[in-house]
């Protein structure tokens, strides 16, 4: 009996030996580069972050000069003259306004973005695509419009309903009741 136990830790002794020996190995070895594989995206040179008040609709509509609902027909990067910053400025088709002057386009300016190969990002800046719908809240800023609350105040719409499930229609009488409760 004795033996068949000292058979075993013996075995069981060589084992662990064997599977500390590959993967000591497994660890030293240098990684071969994977050709599938995208080279790593540059790091951003600058990310800022703060703190955002929760709004709701009714705050958002308040606080908006315009809402709007439309679409994303360019998105263009510039840096700021004076302090340097890249910001983004998206041209934005309006098909139907609730608050404000009606316009058939406007540009909104939102903080960050990428330009000759260097990126800013801003935590809370609202992100928009190419061809993208959406219902905005804005201030107006000197012909170019801000969006209120960060990325509070854009809705993207998504095949005639909101992020979320709540269908356009629902959404748009929401938006119109907070505006008209002012």
Known sequence: MRTKYSSLILISSS???????????RDTATP??????????????????????????DD??????LVVLGEVVSIAYQRDTETGSIYTLVTFSVRQTFK????PELIIRIPGGSLDGEIQQVEDAPRFAQGESAIIFL???DAIFRVVGSFQGKFTVYND??????????????????????
């Open 15 to 25: 084992f662990l030996v064997l599977l500390f020996a590959c993967s000591s190995a």
């Open 32 to 57: 071969s580069p994977s050709p599938s594989l995208p080279p790593p995206l540059p790091a951003p040179t600058q990310t800022t972050s703060g703190l955002v008040v929760e709004l709701t609709i």
């Open 60 to 65: 958002l509509a308040e606080k908006a000069d």
């Open 100 to 103: 404000g002057e009606s316009l």
């Open 139 to 141: 201030e107006n800023g």
């Open 161 to 182: 309903s909101m992020v979320g499930s709540i269908p356009l229609q629902e959404f748009i009488t929401q938006v119109n009741n907070a505006i008209a409760a002012q």
